[in-house]
């Protein structure tokens, strides 16, 4: 589609504001669908792991990484499912365009917490299984991962569109 200067985005899709803010809405809780499901089984296979036999043998170090990884999913949780809360408590209360614009601003922070959680689930595992070299190389490159592909690109795009 050509941009033609002086008309807003939805002005050349011919839909009202809110016909916009209800197809952002519904692309949005279409997105989270993908996302809550991994995070929520995520979040539910780390909250086990203290009740292992073996969780005791694990160094401190990876004990705190542990907890950090914890926080961040059930962070990650509780913001990527707020935006279905919040579409909740205020159906029918005209508010639309503030559900649409605090869930997307979750979501983009549900994201970057889902991001370090699985960093850091990365760094756990590498740690157990090939030691803490292995670990610290797999946190890097996923962390680089994680930058380049959920933020660095999308950036890129937004700015050479």
């Known amino acids: 589609m050509?941009?033609?200067p002086g008309?807003?985005?939805?002005?050349?899709r011919s839909e009202t504001e809110a016909e916009r803010?209800?197809?952002?809405?519904s692309g949005l809780l279409q997105e989270l669908r993908v996302v809550q499901t991994?995070?929520?089984l995520l979040t539910g296979f780390l909250l086990t792991l203290p009740f292992q036999a073996r969780f005791q043998e694990v160094p401190a170090v990876m004990r705190d990484v542990y907890l950090t990884v914890v926080v961040a999913s059930i962070a990650a949780t509780v913001l990527l499912t707020a935006p279905v809360a919040s579409h909740r408590l205020l159906f029918r209360r005209h508010r639309l365009d503030r559900v649409v614009r605090t869930a997307h601003h979750f979501a983009l922070a549900g994201?970057?917490?889902l991001g370090l959680?699985?960093?850091g689930v990365a760094v756990l595992i590498f740690d157990t299984v090939a030691g803490?070299?292995?670990a610290t190389v797999a946190g890097a490159g996923f962390a680089v991962l994680f930058t380049a592909t959920w933020i660095g690109h999308p950036w890129w795009q937004?700015?050479?569109r």
């Open 132 to 134: 803490a070299t292995a």
């Open 111 to 113: 994201l970057m917490l």
């Open 2 to 4: 050509s941009s033609r």
């Open 117 to 119: 959680a699985l960093t």
């Open 7 to 12: 008309t807003t985005y939805a002005a050349r």
């Open 21 to 25: 803010l209800d197809r952002n809405l």
């Open 158 to 160: 937004r700015l050479h």
């Open 38 to 40: 991994g995070v929520q």
